[in-house]
Antibody
Framework: QVQLVESGGGVVQPGKSLRLSCAAS????????IHWVRQAPGKGPEWVAV????????YYADSVKGRFAISRDNSKNTLYLQMNSLRTEDTAVYYC??????????WGQGTMVAVSS | QSALTQPASVSGSPGQSITISCAGT?????????VSWYQQHPGQAPKLLIY???YRPSGVSTRFSGSKSGNTASLSLSGLQAEDEADYYC???????????FGTGTKVTVL
């Protein structure tokens, strides 16, 4: 069964850091690009970042560039998102999603990040 | 990069057909055939319905279809059913540094 499971969310103060994880199972993780997509409460999804299948290429949304870093460990079938200098506007449910044909084919259940003082 | 523009709500009776529009620009929808559509029920993750403008992933009902004309994409849903009541989002690849842009979302109500 193809599955993505996010973890690591929580409540954090502005300016602090948090690292999210996304554990993959049921497919050849090392052959797919993987994305992070977030969704603020009551809002539509917002693309955050993508990493190539081999981890050599990353792209970021302007809103997180320089603050967030996407990485992966193919030996552990795990994706990461290191989030630094967090802002209140980063509050959202964060999803990892398997990339396919320039779309987001399989989504995890999401992990909530709340940035608040 | 501004969000793609969708109608806030669309409604229809069971069995009817509806269409959701998604307006973009020449930097996104008008420049790429990489439009995708997602269905999201409350409290759940989005689900891919359409990719590359008009193709359905395996397992997605044939009642869903996609198209594009110029800078606007559309999702059509035929034979409306109660289970189709959800939020729908379009998404496109863009030529800007933020590589993907989503739509504002459309709430579909089955009357």
């Amino acid at each position: 069964q193809v599955q993505l499971v996010e973890s690591g969310g929580g409540v954090v103060q502005p300016g602090k850091s948090l690292r999210l994880s996304c554990a993959a199972s049921g497919f050849a993780f090392s052959t797919y690009a993987i994305h992070w997509v977030r969704q603020a409460p009551g809002k539509g999804p917002e693309w955050v970042a993508v990493i190539s299948f081999d981890g050599n290429t990353q792209y970021y949304a302007d809103s997180v560039k320089g603050r967030f870093a996407i990485s992966r460990d193919n030996s552990k079938n795990t994706l990461y998102l290191q989030m630094n200098s967090l802002r209140t506007e980063d509050t959202a449910v964060y999803y990892c999603a398997r990339g396919w044909e320039m779309a987001f084919e399989i989504w995890g259940q999401g992990t909530m990040v709340a940035v608040s003082s | 990069q501004s969000a793609l523009t969708q109608p806030a709500s669309v409604s229809g009776s069971p069995g009817q057909s509806i269409t959701i529009s998604c307006a973009g620009t020449s930097s996104d929808i008008g420049n790429f055939d990489f439009v995708s559509w997602y269905q999201q029920h409350p409290g759940q993750a989005p689900k891919l319905l359409i990719y590359d403008v008009k193709y359905r992933p395996s397992g997605v009902s044939t009642r869903f279809s996609g198209s594009k004309s110029g800078n606007t994409a559309s999702l059509s849903l035929s034979g409306l059913q109660a289970e189709d009541e959800a939020d729908y989002y379009c998404c496109s690849l863009t030529s800007t540094s933020t590589r993907y842009v989503f739509g504002t979302g459309t709430k579909v109500t089955v009357l």
